[in-house]
């Protein structure tokens, strides 16, 4: 059996298990698509087939591609990976951090000891979180009304960190910061930046963040899989109008 019959063997068991509803898998060298299929449902809520042109909701994929463009502008020298990165957007070079809640409820914010550099944010290691997985940051959502970083709105980047800068790996807001620094730095939105300079340059034309009419008819939803094992469609439809990428 050869290597392509293995994986459409493999990607077949478990499409048809219902241990994934559908996949789209790909292999290539830099030369050449060496192997693809597409197997499943694009959704276990309807009877559409996967297909090899499916699009997908890649969630914190984005984060590499970020990373990508920022690492472009560090070879080209117009950005430091250990500059603060104060200089660039004044407001990571006076970041605060949350340390607790006074007897009220009320947040307690500290100036941060410590500078936040773009190897910082690339690597999380800058001090933000997610309010997903920090339960203190949740904590400060619920009590301030601040939105989430999901939800594309500016204000949202006014989040405190968690910790000091350099002190510790948590996973976070770190990247969305990366991308305005893109930004800052180019001239240019993050969307129209990495079209330019890695979308289009890779023939991934299908990648971006806002969804054209023909990729819309294409797209799936996640599942998300329940206490049962089962698993249920769950639609993310992405801000159509964001206030940054």
Same mark, same amino acid.
């Given at each position: 059996?050869t290597?392509a019959?293995? &994986?459409?063997?493999l990607l077949t068991e478990?499409t048809e298990?219902?241990?994934i509803p559908?996949?789209?898998a790909? &292999?290539?060298?830099?030369d ?13 809520a309807g009877d559409?087939g ?7 909701h ?8 970020t990373g990508a ?9 117009r950005v ?9 957007i004044g407001?990571?070079g006076?970041p605060?951090?949350?340390?607790g809640f006074d007897?009220t409820?009320a947040p307690?914010l500290?100036?941060a000891?410590?500078t ?27 009590v301030?009304?601040?939105p989430? &970083? ?13 910790t ?5 790996w948590?996973?976070?807001i ?9 930004? &800052?730095?180019?001239?240019e939105?993050?969307?129209?930046h990495?079209?330019a300079h890695?979308?289009d340059?890779?023939?991934?034309h ?5 969804l054209?009419?023909d990729q819309?008819?294409r797209?799936?939803?996640t ?6 094992g ?7 439809d992405?801000?159509r109008?964001?206030e940054?990428?």
């Open positions: 059996m290597l019959q293995n &994986a459409d063997r478990a298990s219902r241990a559908g996949v789209v790909m &292999a290539t060298t830099a050449e698509t060496i192997y693809q299929g597409a197997f499943g449902k694009a959704s276990l559409a996967m297909e090899l042109d499916t699009v997908f890649i969630a914190s994929m984005t984060k590499a591609l463009a920022a690492m472009q502008l560090v070879e080209q020298g430091g990976l250990d500059q603060p990165a104060g200089e660039i407001q990571l006076s605060l951090v949350l340390d007897a409820g307690k500290r100036p000891r410590g936040i550099t773009l190897r910082n944010l690339l690597t999380h290691t800058a001090g933000y979180a997610y309010d997903v997985w920090n339960p203190e940051l949740a904590r400060f959502y619920k301030t009304g601040l989430a &970083a999901r939800t594309g709105r500016l204000e949202a980047l006014k989040a405190p960190i968690a000091d800068p350099g002190t510790r948590e996973y976070g770190n990247i969305d910061w990366i991308g305005r620094i893109v930004e &800052a730095v180019s001239g939105n993050l969307d129209d990495l079209r890695v979308f340059p890779l023939g991934m299908d990648s971006g963040f806002l054209r009419p819309d008819a797209r799936v939803p599942h998300m899989r329940g206490a049962d089962g698993l249920t469609p769950q639609p993310i992405p801000p109008g964001p940054f990428f």
